[in-house]
């Protein structure tokens, strides 16, 4: 599959940007779904690390964009236009709204580059006028593209050591096909033979900043595996959950409902900051002593280890994933791990992971509406 | 049900704190899951019109907190502490942590107020050191409280016509019990008729203000209707999606996948403020001037209106509830609404829709993981 060599191709995309002069302090990223979910997951997950904000421009919503573009200084900022066919309608309606709004110039333009596939309806604009742009391969999928341009761009520019991301995905993939890793064909096969009786996978994130990550992966395995197969509908529903506040919205029906999940806990042995918990006895308040003198994470850590543990007496189904701490190989591991369960998972239950034939029956409709 | 009567129970708070002066000029907000969900969704829906911040803290990951708390000034901030039981474990160990990182006095503190049931260990600890204690019904669930002191407190501090939110879902009400809202009896009934084949109930809000109402929802339908009955799990598993952006993410599935939902869209008919698109033509991307000249929310509602549209002719059920525009009485209706069906739905279903008994044996095991 295309994605299976970006971590050696998109090497030169990192060592092309890291030898240039970097002079924005902001990157304003516009684009939707598979363009904007695997960066936004990676700028969650370094938030703290960057070195220049990225702001991401997603949603035809007017107050949610109108909201933006207040913050928005066009003297400092670089514009990144990313759509993988080109044509994406919201891309293009809030690159649009950006050009009139902020006054931006286009001819030769040093502050507007696009992110696309060769030769698609946007990257011949940006010949047009002379604009920096980049491509993503023709043979990679929008949901599998955050390796790619789409990522690699706006992270590198932000300062995260990319190289270490795609080395990090590099390693996942060559133990997988060398057989290290077959874990995940179990969970796989797991998954599809028993994809009448447990339809749903819940991925329970406990990291704030794993959110986006959460959300990343709810597309990749509902976009890809949600197909038809003989004129059956036949798919798994992802559900992203947040630890510990999901403990208070969605455990108790994890618990006593329908045993039909699976449950994926995902969590971060190390953090980078810790907070302490003060050795504070406060009047009636006694109760919550137990955890005085302990840290922030490992109150979060062992929240996350009860409730799995309660969901194991419980009978339901479920499986942890620990990355040591978050930086760049880890998570470069952990997005490599994803692709390939879905891919595997595709490939258990018979269908094709990587199109998308659902969606234009809605886009048709759209455009005729306008008529 | 005890939040029946929250329409006019609650108004007298209104009254009391409108009467006050209030200097502060940010709200912190410590809480989580019933006691954050409710005033977070609305704080994101009237961002716009709020005339203080409220900062939530919630989740007790340290990155995320020793962010937040950098950006709070002691000075000008009022801090709310809500636990329904006033033993939550993660909103007593965050306060702590503020009281030592901050610095606070608790001695008669003005800036201090507590948010919990009457006579719990939180009012009695707010009781012993003179601090403002405000309570919630003992009848009243945290997932049905956000009509309580629990949501009424920050939002009219924060300048939001909290007496208009109260009277639209006193009219919803009303009405309901009046027999003229029955579609909502209608769709409890189909919802519970189908659980077998529509275990998945999927909420499609078109606009980004709605995203934390989207969650608080779906804590809502989560935990009352995930019950044991006759040692069975019963339930609807509720997802919540955002559009635009989620129809480059989950269509895929809802369109092809199996046929195990439901999809109700929510719209917002006219937005407060909106975005013209400007009648560009740019060079190869004419494909896109099909919306030149109308509007952002234009756009976003003939999105919605297509995909439901192609949902439709996909043989997805589905319906629609359209608000005219994001004000208080609409807001106030809508509330009730969705918790209105959700006990009609639990009454279907032959379960309690009060009650989260599944999520004891996780705290008793974590606190067991501590000693």
Redo the contacts between chains.
Sequence with gaps: MGYYSLPESSRGLVEELKGEEFTFTTIVHIG???SS?GPKALSALF??RLSKEIVFL??????????KLEGIDPQSSLFLVVSKS??T??T??IF??L???LDLQLEGAPNIWTITEEGS??D??AA?YGLRSFHIPKEVG??FSVLSSVGIVPLTLAGLDTLHLLEGAGEFRDRFFRREEDHLLHKALFYSLNARRY??NVLFSY???LEEFT?WY??LW??S????RGGE???L?P?GL????D???????????????TVTFLKVGH????????D?H????D??D???G????T??N??C???R??LT??QVPNDLIEIERIEERAVGELIFYFELLTSATALALGIDAYN????E???R???E???
């Design positions: 939707i779904g598979g979910l938030r703290e997603e949603n035809p919503d007017p107050v949610d964009l109108g909201g080109g044509t309608i919201e293009l309606t649009k709204i050009l009139k709004t309806p946007l011949r604009f047009t929008g949901r339809p749903i990291a704030s900043e959300k709810v597309q509902g976009e595996l949600g197909k038809r509908g036949v798919g529903t559900v947040l630890g510990t506040i403990q208070h919205s969605f455990l108790q029906l994890l618990i006593e409902g329908p045993r039909d999940k953090f980078n900051t810790d907070l302490e918990i003060p504070l406060l009047p009636h308040l109760r919550s137990f955890v005085n302990s840290t922030l994470s109150l979060l062992r929240e280890d009860a409730t543990e309660a007496r419980s998308q034939p659902g969606v029956l809605g886009k409709i759209l455009r509406s306008f008529l």
